[in-house]
């Protein structure tokens, strides 16, 4: 398959011990994790040639989340080192009726002071066929808004196909106002050819609203239909575009999630079945392996958008029963479930 190459943050995450609130909690468990390199997991997972760029400090921290990363299959050698700390992201999981949170700490991490020049994405994109972003990228700070910015329009010089999960996260962009922010996103979003996102993430970076139907994101009824608009728009915004899609979270409890997805090619839009996803152990990171999915389904299935859209949903479906922030459900696993098989039963 084609090589893959994503850029972003990978941050220590620390937890209390299953459903523990952080006044109860003596100790925390610690996993490396974070939205592009969850992509990079999923991908090598599945047998996918898959690069990971990030800066790093030079310590132990920094040494561990890249030993974390070479674990798991993704390329590392790429990484560039520099700044004096790893950013850190507190987890309390919630349940039932009680959501989850997150307390970030990461000021001053080494991504955040990273600078134009710094990365050679000339040498990076050597070979590779596809790139992948988020917006959390680019609200971390400027400098590392100006680096994905450096890094599309290279990508884009080289024919390299570009994708993004738009990723909305208002607890990050600190750095500049709202109209910045639109701007910052509007540009580097316009180099790209797949756009995930939801309708918070369009409307909070875009304005785009949807027309005409209001969007139901709690119970069981979140209609397909409602994001058609949505999807419409931010093809007219983003003419380079091909497909944007939406994932379809129905949230009953913190516990109780529905999950599906949409893909709008400009002409047809295509809808996967509606899981239950019940118990949930681990939600960090569905989006993630959404993604990390659908960039799978659409280098394996580049005709059929139905098949590689099925896939992405059920990646992520199974990825909400595994603890941490990556996806390690393997293709037989996915195309398990694909093909209606959700009995959990025993391999043996």
Same mark, same amino acid.
């Given at each position: ?24 909690? &003596? ?20 047998? #996918? ?9 030079? &310590? ?10 070479? @674990?798991?299959?993704?390329? #590392?050698?790429?990484? /560039? ?14 349940? /039932? ?12 991490? =080494? ?33 590392? =808004? ?11 010089? @080289? ?23 639109? @701007? ?77 997805? #949409? ?40 005709? &059929?958008?139905?098949? =590689?859209?099925?896939?992405? #949903?059920?990646?992520?479906?199974? @990825? ?29």
């Amino acid at each position: 398959m084609s090589k893959v190459v994503t850029f972003g943050e990978i941050m220590l995450r620390l937890a209390p011990q299953g459903f523990l609130r952080f006044s109860q909690a &003596n100790n925390f468990d610690a996993i490396y994790g974070g939205g592009e390199s969850n992509v990079a997991v999923s991908l090598a997972n599945y047998g #996918v040639s898959c690069d990971f760029v990030t800066r790093l400090p030079k &310590n132990d921290i920094g040494e561990c989340a890249m030993m974390e990363m070479r @674990k798991r299959g993704v390329g #590392v050698d790429k990484i /560039v080192w520099g700044g004096d700390r790893l950013g850190i992201y507190f987890l309390e999981t919630g349940a /039932v009726s009680r959501g989850s949170k997150v307390v970030y700490d990461r000021a001053h991490s =080494a991504i955040s002071e990273i600078e134009s020049g710094m990365i050679d994405w000339d040498a990076v994109f050597e070979g590779v066929e596809w790139f992948h972003w988020t917006g959390i990228t680019p609200a971390i700070s400027q400098g590392a =808004a100006d680096v994905c910015l450096e890094a599309v329009k290279v990508a884009s010089s @080289k024919g390299i196909t570009i994708s993004t999960d738009l990723n909305y996260r208002a607890k990050l962009w600190k750095y500049c106002s709202d109209a910045h922010r639109e @701007k910052v996103m509007t540009e580097i979003t316009s180099y790209c050819d797949i756009v995930l996102g939801n309708e918070e993430d369009a409307e909070m970076h875009f304005g785009i609203k949807p027309e005409g139907i209001t969007v139901q994101t709690q119970g069981h009824d979140v209609k397909a239909e409602a994001f058609l608009s949505v999807c419409q728009q931010m093809m007219e915004k983003f003419p380079r575009a091909k497909k944007v899609i939406t994932t379809l979270r129905g949230s009953i409890s913190a516990s109780h999630n529905t999950w599906a997805g #949409v893909l709008y090619d400009g002409k047809k839009m295509y809808e996967t079945r509606q899981y239950q996803i019940t118990d949930i152990v681990d939600r960090v990171g569905g989006g993630d392996s959404f993604m990390g999915g659908l960039i799978y389904g659409l280098l394996k299935y580049p005709e &059929n958008d139905q098949n =590689a859209l099925d896939f992405a #949903v059920a990646a992520s479906c199974l @990825k909400h029963t595994i603890k941490g922030d990556a996806n390690l459900a393997t293709v037989a696993e996915v195309e398990k479930l694909m093909g209606g098989d959700a009995s959990g039963r025993v391999a043996r």
